[in-house]
């Protein structure tokens, strides 16, 4: 039996003919850039969020940048390229996808990192609020693998804090912070037939800042008080994303059946001391990401069976080459030093069969049985 990691053919296949009217819709309408169809997925998306503001752009990373750029460039100041100093600080987790901590970089600054929360893949936020300093400009927490985290504490530093939820759709982020920002690359939760992102907001002013940035930085046409960038999210992807919206809680409810199911049947491994992902209400199961030991050994063990899985991340963010000159070393993390090494990203995406969940519990199970 094959088990992928993400079957986005027979997604597409169950919601052929909707997403094949928007894509011709939008083909037909000439409306490729900016228009209705772009503003009808953002009044749903921030519906669905519970919030009043969505910008839609062009990817996560650029959700990022464009909410950074927008949260750091003061009202009062000229606008410039480089909006942190080279020794201002963007503390975030040393355990992510690696367009989180790039923002820092991008806006002229440096990232700083801390360790992961004990037992899971969120940040430790108490280790986050010690490494605030007198350099610390920006908080950038980040909701791992669909699990939220709670940002109550770091909204009350009074620090900027933008939330990167570009594996975690769910309503909860945003209400507190800056600002949260999504990725809709086709293999998240709710996925474009491409790139694209959004920042998400219940301020408006954060909001316009970033639909301003997200064209150059023009308003109106062709004048440019600040700088942006082509931040823009196509009409094309917010048309099939808009189809794909009305479906996401039914996905989802089916991703938590499917992690159940696996939390069911891995938990008594015997002679294996397997970590599995905890369970919270809200959590959206991104992925399914287990700690287990023998981890390289059981990944090839399941790919000889056919089962695909991935390593989310296996060189965690301060021992990143290009960030050598920030001068951490090995140890410095030794939580997110772990997760590298043991986590396992087994299949949850929806369009699994019962027999397919199994059949990869019941093979996990057979490794450690040997
Ligand atoms: C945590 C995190 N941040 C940022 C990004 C960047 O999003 P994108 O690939 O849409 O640019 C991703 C996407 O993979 C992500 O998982």
């Known amino acids: 039996m094959h088990v992928p990691l993400l079957d986005l053919k027979s997604q597409y296949a169950k919601l052929k003919s909707r997403l094949d009217e928007a894509v011709l819709r939008v083909l037909a309408s000439g409306r490729h850039v900016m228009g209705p169809e772009l503003e009808a997925f953002e009044t749903d998306l921030a519906h669905y969020l519970g919030l009043p503001h969505a910008v839609g752009v062009s990817s996560g990373t650029d959700a990022l940048l464009s909410a950074a750029m927008a949260v750091l460039l003061r009202p009062d ?20 996808f690696f367009a989180t901590p790039e923002t820092a970089v991008r806006l002229g600054g440096r990232p700083v990192f801390a360790d992961l929360e004990e037992g899971g893949f969120n940040v430790d936020v108490d280790d986050m609020l010690r490494r605030i300093g007198p350099r610390t400009r920006l908080l950038l927490p980040v909701h791992l693998f669909g699990m939220q985290m709670d940002v109550t504490r770091l909204v009350q530093t009074g620090l900027p804090v933008i939330e990167d939820a570009s594996q975690t759709l769910a309503p909860g982020i945003g209400q ?8 809709f690359f086709p293999s998240k939760n709710l996925g474009a037939a491409g790139d694209g992102g959004a920042v998400v907001t219940r301020h408006a002013e954060v909001a316009d800042r970033v639909a301003v940035m997200r064209q150059h930085g023009s308003r109106p046409k062709y004048v440019h008080a600040i700088y ?36 069911a049947q891995l938990g008594d491994i015997p002679g294996a001391p397997l970590v599995l992902p905890r369970d919270q209400p809200g959590h959206v199961w991104h992925h399914f990401v287990i700690r287990a030991p023998r981890r390289d050994e059981l990944r090839a063990y399941l790919a000889e069976r056919h089962i695909e899985t991935e390593v989310y991340y296996p060189v965690p963010l301060h021992l990143q080459p290009c960030f050598a000159h920030l001068g951490y070393r090995e140890g410095d993390f030794p939580r997110a030093e772990a997760a590298a090494r043991q986590a396992l990203a087994i299949p949850v995406h929806p369009e699994l069969s019962d027999e397919q969940i199994d059949y990869v519990a019941e093979t996990i199970r057979r490794f450690y049985a040997r």
């Open 176 to 183: 507190l912070s800056t600002c949260a920002t999504l990725s």
């Open 228 to 263: 942006g960038g082509n931040f823009r999210l196509d009409a094309l992807q917010a048309a099939l994303l808009r189809v794909k919206l009305a479906e996401l809680p039914a996905w989802n409810e089916r991703r938590r059946q499917n992690a159940h199911r696996y939390l």
């Open 77 to 96: 100041e000229r606008p410039q390229q480089r909006l942190l100093r080279e020794d201002e600080e963007v503390l975030t987790t040393a355990f992510s």
